[in-house]
C-alpha cells in the first residue's frame, strides 16, 4: 500500500549504482579495445581492466547467491539450458543489451572499488573453508551448462571472483553498519502528519516503524551515493567503451 519495506542496506545497494557510477556519463569514455579472445575491456579501476569475462562471472556468481537463497541448486542436463526458474541466470545476461551491460558493469566496478578499499584498511579477510566451500558448490551447480562450459571457467579464476565478491558483500555490511543512520520518533511523527492522506486515517503507531525504516534507508542511500563517488575519485575509474561499442562488437559464442 505504501511502499514501505523493511530496512535491509545491502539489498538496495545494487538498486541505485547505475545512477551513482553514472556510466557513460560521469567517467571518462576511451575507444573499447579487446582484451584476450572474445573478451572486451568495459572500464578500468586503477590498473585493472574488467571486461566481458569479468561480467559473465560476476552475474553469475550474483545470481547463483539468488537463487540458491533458500531454495535447492538448478539442475540441468548436460549441454542445454535449463527449463527452470533458474534459467534467466543465463538469458539476462545479454551483452548486446546496453542497459543489461551497464547494470551488470555497475555491480562489478563497485565490487572491485570496495574491495580495494577493504584492502588498503585492512578489513578482516574471508576464510579459506568459506571460499572453497562456494566455489564447489558454484561448480556443481553450473557445471551442466553449456554456457558455463562455453565459458571455460578455471577453479582458481572463480576462486578468485568469488573472494572479490564476498570480501566486497562483507564491507558493504560493515559500512552500512558504521554510518549508523537512526530516525527519532519526532522525524517519523512529522512526515507521518504532512502525508497523512496516505495513510488512510490509521493511528501513526500502526506505521511508525515502517516509516522510521524507509526514512533510513533513503538517508542511507544518499550517504552511500556521495562514499561511492568517492571511491571512483580515489581508484580512477573510467570507461573503455563507446555508446554504441557494446552492440557493435560480437562476443564470442
Same mark, same amino acid.
Request: net charge positive; with cysteine.
Given at each position: 500500500?505504501?511502499?514501505?519495506?523493511?530496512?535491509?542496506?545491502?539489498?538496495?545497494?545494487?538498486?541505485?549504482?547505475?545512477?551513482?557510477?553514472?556510466?557513460?556519463?560521469?567517467?571518462?569514455?576511451?575507444?573499447?579495445?579487446?582484451?584476450?579472445?572474445?573478451?572486451?575491456?568495459?572500464?578500468?579501476?586503477?590498473?585493472?581492466?574488467?571486461?566481458?569475462?569479468?561480467?559473465? !562471472?560476476?552475474? +553469475?556468481?550474483?545470481?547463483?547467491? %539468488?537463487?540458491? &537463497?533458500?531454495? *535447492?541448486?538448478?539442475?540441468?542436463? $548436460?549441454?542445454?539450458?535449463?527449463?527452470?526458474?533458474?534459467?534467466?541466470?543465463?538469458?539476462?545476461?545479454?551483452?548486446?543489451?546496453?542497459?543489461?551491460?551497464?547494470?551488470?558493469?555497475?555491480?562489478?566496478?563497485?565490487?572491485?572499488?570496495?574491495?580495494?578499499?577493504?584492502?588498503?584498511?585492512?578489513?578482516?579477510?574471508?576464510?579459506?573453508?568459506?571460499?572453497?566451500?562456494?566455489?564447489?558448490?558454484?561448480?556443481?551447480?553450473?557445471?551442466?551448462?553449456?554456457?558455463?562450459?562455453?565459458?571455460?571457467?578455471?577453479?582458481?579464476?572463480?576462486?578468485?571472483?568469488? !573472494?572479490?565478491? +564476498?570480501?566486497?558483500?562483507?564491507? %558493504?555490511?560493515? &559500512?552500512?553498519? *558504521?554510518?549508523?543512520?537512526?530516525? $527519532?520518533?519526532?522525524?517519523?511523527?512529522?512526515?507521518?502528519?504532512?502525508?497523512?492522506?496516505?495513510?488512510?486515517?490509521?493511528?501513526?503507531?500502526?506505521?511508525?516503524?515502517?516509516?522510521?525504516?524507509?526514512?533510513?534507508?533513503?538517508?542511507?542511500?544518499?550517504?552511500?551515493?556521495?562514499?561511492?563517488?568517492?571511491?571512483?575519485?580515489?581508484?580512477?575509474?573510467?570507461?573503455?567503451?563507446?555508446?554504441?561499442?557494446?552492440?557493435?562488437?560480437?562476443?564470442?559464442?
Amino acid at each position: 500500500m505504501l511502499g514501505f519495506v523493511k530496512f535491509k542496506p545491502v539489498q538496495f545497494i545494487v538498486s541505485f549504482v547505475p545512477f551513482c557510477l553514472g556510466l557513460g556519463l560521469c567517467c571518462s569514455v576511451a575507444v573499447a579495445r579487446s582484451v584476450g579472445p572474445g573478451s572486451q575491456a568495459l572500464a578500468q579501476v586503477g590498473e585493472e581492466v574488467l571486461t566481458t569475462r569479468h561480467l559473465e !562471472l560476476d552475474f +553469475l556468481i550474483d545470481r547463483y547467491q %539468488l537463487v540458491n &537463497k533458500g531454495s *535447492s541448486a538448478p539442475s540441468a542436463t $548436460p549441454n542445454s539450458t535449463p527449463n527452470t526458474n533458474q534459467g534467466h541466470v543465463w538469458e539476462e545476461l545479454n551483452l548486446q543489451n546496453r542497459a543489461v551491460v551497464d547494470a551488470a558493469l555497475s555491480k562489478s566496478l563497485l565490487d572491485a572499488m570496495v574491495v580495494r578499499e577493504a584492502d588498503a584498511l585492512g578489513s578482516a579477510t574471508i576464510r579459506k573453508e568459506q571460499i572453497e566451500s562456494m566455489v564447489a558448490d558454484i561448480e556443481k551447480t553450473y557445471r551442466g551448462f553449456a554456457q558455463w562450459k562455453r565459458l571455460g571457467i578455471t577453479n582458481d579464476e572463480l576462486q578468485n571472483a568469488v !573472494l572479490r565478491h +564476498l570480501r566486497a558483500n562483507e564491507y %558493504l555490511q560493515l &559500512k552500512t553498519a *558504521s554510518m549508523g543512520i537512526v530516525i $527519532p520518533d519526532e522525524m517519523a511523527q512529522k512526515y507521518f502528519e504532512a502525508n497523512r492522506s496516505r495513510f488512510g486515517g490509521l493511528p501513526f503507531a500502526q506505521f511508525k516503524e515502517a516509516i522510521q525504516e524507509s526514512l533510513a534507508q533513503a538517508q542511507l542511500e544518499v550517504k552511500l551515493k556521495d562514499w561511492v563517488e568517492i571511491l571512483k575519485r580515489k581508484y580512477k575509474v573510467r570507461m573503455l567503451q563507446t555508446e554504441s561499442s557494446i552492440s557493435e562488437k560480437p562476443v564470442s559464442k
